[in-house]
């Protein structure tokens, strides 16, 4: 149990281009879900904290108008990167915690965005 | 601010050696420490965890204990398998497991026979 998965995988997209990612916990209920971007060599950094019903919470220096975050379901959040540059390319990795039960974090395999 | 430092990898190892990969932390309060380990193609797992000073965390042979005198969390095992190869992250959360956890670079482990 305690599943999350993403989709896509990786994606190619153009400078300039939007793209969503998805975040789904598959066997339980999350009413938080973590975004975590991670450069090459360097530590997951916390992007966004969202919350079912709720606008995300953002880190400082993470643009909450160019890393939209929907949690719309309490099995479902995405994160969209609008209008996306080649700086943005990374690896984006989301957790999620259980609504009730053991208080843990549950993370998913990652997206390998890359922006040409 | 918070911050975790992990030695840098990536860690060639023969089947059965002992393992330490070490991880040293600053906090500005009294966090809980964690290791987590990725399997390729796979999200985090928790591994193991310690939420207070002098406390042993284990778990599949993994070992680690919360020193609060050298701000230290290094993770051991004894004898490594093939199984084993994956990335390690140590981590700290000032609140728990399920709030904002801040993560070293990870460590590449390579077990071979």
């Known amino acids: 149990g305690a599943v999350v998965s993403q989709h896509p995988s990786w994606v190619i997209c153009k400078s300039g281009t939007s793209v969503k990612i998805e975040c789904r916990s598959l066997d339980f209920q999350a009413t938080t879900m973590f975004w975590y971007r991670q450069f090459p060599k360097q530590s997951l950094m916390l992007m966004a904290t969202?919350?079912?019903?709720?606008?995300?919470?953002?880190e400082q220096g993470v643009e909450k108008d160019k890393f939209l975050i929907n949690h719309a379901s309490l099995t479902l959040s995405t994160l969209t990167v609008t209008s996306a540059h080649p700086e943005d390319s990374s690896f984006y990795i989301c957790s999620a915690r259980r609504t009730s039960g053991y208080n843990e974090q549950f993370f998913g395999p990652g997206t390998r965005l890359t922006v040409l | 601010g918070d911050s975790v430092t992990q030695m840098e990898g990536p860690v060639t190892l023969s089947e059965e050696a002992f393992l330490t990969i070490n991880c040293t932390y600053t906090?500005?309060?009294?966090?809980?420490l964690f290791w987590y380990v990725q399997y390729p193609g796979e999200g985090l797992q928790l591994l193991l965890k310690a939420t207070k000073a002098d406390d042993k965390g284990s778990n599949k042979g993994f070992e680690a204990t919360y020193r609060k005198e050298t701000t230290s969390f290094h993770l051991e095992k004894g004898s490594v398998q093939v199984s084993d190869s994956a990335v390690y992250f140590c981590?700290?959360?000032?609140?728990?497991?399920?709030?904002?956890?801040?993560f070293g670079t990870g460590t590449r482990l390579q077990v071979t026979l």
């Open positions: 969202s919350n079912e019903g709720s606008k995300a919470t953002y």
């Open positions: 981590a700290l959360s000032l609140t728990g497991t399920a709030s904002k956890l801040t």
């Open positions: 906090a500005t309060g009294y966090p809980s």
